[in-house]
C-alpha cells in the first residue's frame, strides 16, 4: 500500500532533499573539515529555555592569500558573500556550509496546554553559508542564514521521540509553540588580537608541553541582522595554549560554528579558553513570535554570556567541549542564569 503525503510533509522532504543536494553540490574536491555539534542542557540536569541544538558544518581548506586570486575557488554565491567584509590583510580566507536544528521550551514541559507566563515551544530548522577571513591577530566572518521556525522545523517530534528513548519527561505543549513563519538572518563578526606572549624559545631538550605553550587575550564583536533576532554584542576571549597564531578566529560566538582546525596548522593543539560577552538583544521571535494563546511575557534586552571550554586536535580529527551559561531571555523568568553543554566532533576530508 503506498501511503500519501500531507501536503506539509511533502514540504518538509522537498526542503531536506534540496539541503542535501546544495550541501554535495556546494563541498568541492578540496574537502575541508567536517563537524558535527551536540548542544543540550541536559548536562546540567535542566530541560528548558534554549534546550538542544543539531549542527552539521562544513569548512573549506585554507585558501592562501599569496595566490592572486584566492576567492576564484569559492563557488559564486560565496564570492559575492565575501566582498561583505573589511578591506584588511590577512593570511587566508575560507568558506562553508552549515545546516541546524534548534529548539526552546518552557522551563516545565509536563505542563499539559498553554503557559502564559513561560516562554513558548519554539523549533528552528536553518541552512547557513559563511566566509571567513583568517590572519595570526585578526579575523573576520560572515554569515547568510534562511530558515522556517515551527512545525516544520519538526523540533518537536524530534524531542518527543528522543526523551521516549531516554525514558525523559514527555514535552505536553509542542501543539502551542510559535507559529510557522520563514528566518532570514545576517551575521558579522570580528576578533582582534589584543595580546599574546612569546613562546619558549630555549634548548629542545629543556621544553616541555606547558614551557611550550602561550596565551592570549582577544576581543570579538559580534552583530545579528534579521527577522529572527538583532542584537549587537562585544567580548573578550582568552585563550591558552598550543599554536595560537595558527588557530586564531576559529572560535565564535556565532551559536554552531568552528572554524577548520584540523587543516589550519601543522601538528596537534590543545587550547583551553573563556569567553566573555556583553549584548544588547533589540528582538527575538522566540520569544516575541506569534502563538496560538495570549503570551504574557517581554523580551529581556539587556544579554550576558560566558563559556568555558577546551579543544584537541590530533591529526585529522578535532575534539571540541565547553560549559555555556547566558542569563534571562525574558523579563519574567525565575532563573537569572541558564546553562548547557557542548561537544563538537570534527574530521578532515
Request: charged fraction near 15%; glycine fraction near 8%.
Amino acid at each position: 500500500m503506498i501511503k500519501v503525503l500531507s501536503s506539509s510533509n511533502k514540504i518538509y522532504c522537498s526542503v531536506d532533499f534540496i539541503v542535501m543536494i546544495l550541501l554535495f553540490a556546494l563541498i568541492p574536491v578540496q574537502a575541508g573539515q567536517l563537524s558535527l555539534q551536540i548542544d543540550n542542557d541536559g548536562f546540567f540536569a535542566s530541560d528548558g529555555n534554549y534546550t538542544n541544538g543539531l549542527f552539521m558544518a562544513w569548512e573549506s581548506k585554507p585558501l592562501l592569500n599569496y595566490h592572486q586570486n584566492p576567492t576564484s575557488n569559492m563557488p559564486s554565491l560565496f564570492q559575492w558573500q565575501h566582498g561583505m567584509r573589511l578591506p584588511v590583510n590577512k593570511n587566508h580566507s575560507a568558506w562553508g556550509v552549515k545546516i541546524s536544528q534548534r529548539m526552546w521550551t518552557p522551563s516545565d514541559i509536563g505542563i499539559v496546554g498553554s503557559q502564559s507566563n513561560d516562554r513558548p515551544y519554539v523549533g528552528l530548522f536553518e541552512l547557513e553559508s559563511h566566509t571567513s577571513d583568517y590572519s595570526a591577530n585578526f579575523s573576520q566572518k560572515n554569515w547568510l542564514a534562511l530558515g522556517i521556525i515551527g512545525p516544520k522545523s519538526r523540533a518537536g517530534k524530534v524531542q518527543t521521540k528522543v526523551h521516549d528513548v531516554t525514558g525523559s519527561k514527555t514535552p505536553q505543549g509542542w501543539e502551542y509553540q510559535v507559529q510557522e513563519q520563514v528566518t532570514a538572518q545576517f551575521y558579522y563578526e570580528v576578533d582582534s588580537l589584543f595580546y599574546r606572549n612569546k613562546k619558549y624559545s630555549g634548548p629542545k631538550y629543556q621544553r616541555s608541553y606547558f614551557t611550550n605553550s602561550q596565551w592570549e587575550v582577544s576581543g570579538f564583536s559580534h552583530l545579528a541582522l534579521g527577522n529572527l533576532n538583532t542584537q549587537a554584542s562585544l567580548g573578550l576571549l582568552l585563550r591558552w595554549g598550543t599554536r595560537l597564531a595558527d588557530t586564531f578566529g576559529r572560535l565564535s560566538s556565532h551559536t554552531g560554528h568552528l572554524g577548520n582546525l584540523t587543516q589550519s596548522s601543522n601538528g596537534g593543539h590543545l587550547i583551553t579558553f573563556a569567553r566573555l560577552g556583553l549584548g544588547y538583544r533589540f528582538t527575538d521571535l522566540s520569544i516575541e513570535g506569534s502563538v496560538p494563546y495570549e503570551s504574557l511575557i517581554e523580551i529581556q534586552h539587556k544579554q550576558a554570556k560566558a563559556s568555558l571550554g577546551v579543544t584537541l586536535a590530533l591529526g585529522d580529527f578535532a575534539f571540541t567541549w565547553s560549559i555555556n551559561t547566558y542569563t534571562r531571555a525574558y523579563q519574567s523568568d525565575i532563573k537569572p542564569w541558564h546553562s548547557y553543554g557542548s561537544i563538537t566532533l570534527s574530521c578532515a576530508l
